[in-house]
Every structure is written in structure tokens, then in C-alpha cells.
Nanobody, 116 residues
Framework: QVQLVESGGGLVQPGGSLRLSCLAS????????MGWYRQAPGKQRELVAS???????MFADSVKGRFTISRDNAKNTIYLQMNSLKPEDTAVYYC??????????WGQGIQVTVSA
């Protein structure tokens, strides 16, 4: 069973940057797609960005041009680089992975707070 552990969250001022990491306990090579979701208080969880095993990426409109996603298969890790952060980016961010057998894994979530 692959487990996902997020790190890199915290408090940052508007306009600042953070890099989230998601470390898998096993190989991510078998993960068809991995991504980051977020959930703000009182809102539904939403997809922020995803990356396929082949490296294709997609982003929510709200983060296009500001966030990038990457994966390092050798380190069993995916990253979310977040630049030009805004207060509306404040949320709990979750790492997600879908395996070849269609099973879905979630991390425990990590808080990102953008505030002056």
C-alpha cells in the first residue's frame, strides 16, 4: 500500500512562494496520474494541478501561470511550486495519486496560509 506524505506548507505573505512536496512510500512509476487538490473552509475540494506518468500537466484556471507541478520518479516525489500566492490560495492541500488498478490514494493534507 502506497502512502503519501505532504510537506512544505506554512504561512507566507501575499506575493510569496512555497513548494509543496509529496513523498510516496513506494514507487510512483505505477501511478497513472498524480496531483494536488485543495480545500478551503466552507468550500468543496478542488483539483489544483495534475501530472500524468508521461509528464502531461493540467492546472486549474485560478492557478495557471503561477503554479507548476513536477514529478521525480527516482525520488518517488511530486512537487507543487506555488508562486505569486494570493490570500485565496489559502487552503489545506492534498496530494492524490491514481494507480494502474484505478485505486486512489490521498495524503493527510497540509495547511497553506497566505496572509499579511
Amino acid at each position: 500500500q502506497v502512502q503519501l506524505v505532504e510537506s512544505g506548507g506554512g504561512l507566507v505573505q501575499p506575493g510569496g512562494s512555497l513548494r509543496l512536496s509529496c513523498l510516496a512510500s513506494g514507487s510512483i512509476f505505477t501511478m497513472i496520474v498524480m496531483g494536488w487538490y485543495r480545500q478551503a473552509p466552507g468550500k468543496q475540494r478542488e483539483l489544483v494541478a495534475s501530472i500524468t506518468r508521461g509528464g502531461n500537466t493540467m492546472f486549474a484556471d485560478s492557478v495557471k501561470g503561477r503554479f507548476t507541478i513536477s514529478r521525480d520518479n527516482a525520488k518517488n516525489t511530486i512537487y507543487l511550486q506555488m508562486n505569486s500566492l494570493k490570500p485565496e490560495d489559502t487552503a489545506v492541500y492534498y496530494c492524490n495519486a491514481r494507480a494502474v488498478d484505478s485505486s486512489v490514494k490521498w495524503g493527510q493534507g497540509i495547511q497553506v496560509t497566505v496572509s499579511a
